[in-house]
């Protein structure tokens, strides 16, 4: 057998996936604004904190999501933060996501993101330590750890992006994309076969048009998830070791956004939130926002 180095990779699975990533992530671009469904407290130490939080993907409320983690070493390593491309969302989401009367849709740019996180033990509660850090690149990850054990003889894995990205959610009930395959390398004078490909990222991308939901208070019901039209910020994260410590799992990441997010604020109010209330949380708004230009949807 010849040199493994350039190597050509044999796959039509492999191929169709990043397909399928590329044009979900294209997708997700056409959208100018993009709009979250919260409480108006969530929403107002959003404006405060100039950061959002994500959700480890193996507590979001489709329990069929998680299948599709079907490689170990990435079940913990999946973080999302969910919107829908419309402006007006359905009655039953001011339920779901909104707290009822409490309820409001904020409007939120794409550009606003940086790539600067922190994992957290729980929510509200970040994790302070260094060996924790999530660096931009694994190159920028790997020289910390190379410095860590330079200057201070300790091991380290710092933790780093591979994934970090807003997807266009495909709807499909008989769309099956595993993200891990066999492939087969064409190394010139052989083919070598039973080689495994992994695609992490097509992970978080499909979800079933009907599943089961699993409400605020564990209540599970049918849900037709085509109704949210949903556009994800998709994280991945990993570690200079490969794999994420087994006996460690944190269930939110805060991501921090540009200085000028929310510049310019579009916002719905809950449809049974009172006249009263409204006006008082605009004028809350308005102090946290004072050179901002608000938007009321009505």
Known sequence: ????VGAKVESQDLIKNNKFIYESKEAAKKYKWLYQCTNIEALKNILKSKEIWLSNLKTVNDAEEVKRINVPEFEKSFFVACFTYEDNILKEHWGEYGDGENGVLYGFKQDWVLREAELMWRPGEKVEDIDFKIYSKFDEALEAACLMLKKHKRVCNPYFFWDFGFYQIVYDDELKK???????LDIGDGILKGVRFITPSVVGIIKNTHGLCKGKNSEVYDKDWTTEKEVRLKVGIGTTHD???KELFFPKMAIKLKE????ELVIRFSPTMTEEKRKENIKEIEKLLPNGVINVLQ
């Open 1 to 4: 057998m010849g040199n493994l």
């Open 178 to 184: 595993e993200m891990s395959g066999e492939c087969a």
């Open 260 to 263: 000028n997010a929310f510049d």
């Open 243 to 245: 794999i994420l410590p």
